[in-house]
């Protein structure tokens, strides 16, 4: 009798979309640099310099390839963590919403370097 593998079924809420964008994280133990590598209105996947902890809140701030304004996000919760990377849920956004939705629907393309 032939086993079979689990079948992975994608349970995110929001599209993500593939960039390439430098960001900080801001948190109780400092500050971090690194690169969002997807992103939706409901969360992000990071490649950090440093780890960070699931349950751990965060301020991010990401900047646009087209040099525009940093986008803060106020509060985030890391959902996961692995080498060199998390995933994040955005539980506060500052004023500038709008440009979240920006980053998400005009950033796209081949991930950058940080």
């Not at 593939?18 to 969002?36: Q, S, Y």
């Not at 986008?71 to 709008?98: M, N, Y």
Request: hydrophobic residues 40%.
């Amino acid at each position: 009798m032939k086993g079979t593998l689990p079948v992975r079924v994608e349970s995110r809420s929001h599209a993500r979309k593939v960039v390439g964008l430098r960001m900080i994280i801001l948190g109780k133990l400092g500050f971090a640099r690194g690169e969002v590598t997807n992103i939706s209105s409901g969360g992000c996947g990071l490649r950090l310099t440093k780890p960070l902890r699931p349950g751990q809140y965060i301020t991010l701030l990401v900047y646009p390839n087209d040099r525009s304004r940093a986008v803060q996000i106020d509060l985030a919760r890391v959902k996961w963590v692995k080498a060199r990377g998390a995933g994040v849920e955005f539980l506060s956004v500052s004023p500038q919403h709008h440009e979240l939705h920006r980053l998400c629907a005009e950033q796209g393309g081949l991930p950058s370097g940080v």
